[in-house]
Nanobody, 121 residues
Framework: QVQLVESGGGLVQAGGSLRLSCAFSGRTFSTFGLGWFRQAPGKEREFVAGITWNGGSTTYADSVKGRFTISRDNGQNTVYLQMDSLKPEDTAVYYC??????????????WGQGTQVTVSS
């Protein structure tokens, strides 16, 4: 069974940066699309970024485009989310997700436990 373990969350000031990591295990990493989602208090979980199985294509929510970068290392079975120019509204629990279907945005089948990101103003 697929297991996803996030790390790298924490407290950062507005304008700062964080890099989240997600370690994948249990299946063949290079056959899965991957993504990051987030959920702020009192809000629904939302899509943040996605990357295809070979890293050839990435997608981003409009709210993070130009500030966040998703990448993957198929040799290390890890997906990353580099977050720059962080804003207080980026505060949320961030979840890693995986799918072996088309479009991680709508077909996330496996989830990590989440990591908290808090951006202070």
């Amino acid at each position: 069974q697929v297991q996803l373990v996030e790390s790298g969350g924490g407290l950062v000031q507005a304008g700062g940066s964080l890099r989240l990591s997600c370690a994948f295990s249990g299946r063949t990493f290079s056959t899965f699309g991957l993504g990051w989602f987030r959920q702020a208090p009192g809000k629904e979980r939302e899509f943040v970024a996605g990357i295809t199985w070979n890293g050839g294509s990435t997608t981003y929510a409009d709210s993070v485009k130009g500030r966040f970068t998703i990448s993957r290392d198929n040799g290390q079975n890890t997906v990353y989310l580099q977050m720059d120019s962080l804003k207080p509204e980026d505060t949320a629990v961030y979840y890693c997700a995986a799918t072996n279907r088309i479009s991680i945005r709508t077909n996330a089948d496996y989830w990590g436990q989440g990591t908290q990101v808090t951006v202070s103003s």
